[in-house]
């Protein structure tokens, strides 16, 4: 190995002797500082920015493949002996329905004599819910309207439970979660 002098040293990337006050070596074209690894990470940043719109295009794709389901929210309005009227908001990004609504009187257990009505219900308009709609649906206890809640006596407590089972649309049929709400029962 050849020996330094004090106007020369060795280039800290392929190890040839250079000068003292040398940046960038004359065989490597090596910098001799901490700017040498700016080049060696650009390339990385330049790849990751050109990935950026590759991963926005991902996302995007997935969203229409993967679409969120219906968000269907269910608020009672009015409970009667004839019907129950109930607002449905459509909080998600895609359509949805009322499938179905099973109808169940909550009464205490310990009243003798009093019996739990299930049934289901009938929906007099049922109609696609889209997102960020608000549809309000009359749900009745029979087809031709000739049969009547039960009502609640003087002394029970009583409440009537609507168990909801929406679907969404899609490309194909996806079931979603129960949403239950309850309501007094009508005197």
Known sequence: MEDLT???KF???C???????ATVCIECN???DWSRYIFRWSGMVAAIVGL????????SLYEIAFPSAADLKISVLACNIKDIDVAVFNNGKQSGLIQRVDFKVLREPDQPG????????VIERNVPIKQGDVEI???LPSKDGSEELPIKKESQKCKYKLDFNPSRFSDKYQQEPISSVECDCAT
């Open 114 to 121: 009093i019996y739990r009505d299930n049934r289901e219900l």
């Open 15 to 21: 190890g040839e002797k250079i000068k003292a006050q």
């Open 30 to 32: 090596n910098y001799q």
């Open 52 to 59: 950026l719109p590759l991963w926005t295009i991902g996302f």
């Open 137 to 139: 649906l009359k749900l």
């Open 6 to 8: 004090q106007d020369t």
């Open 11 to 13: 280039c800290i990337v």
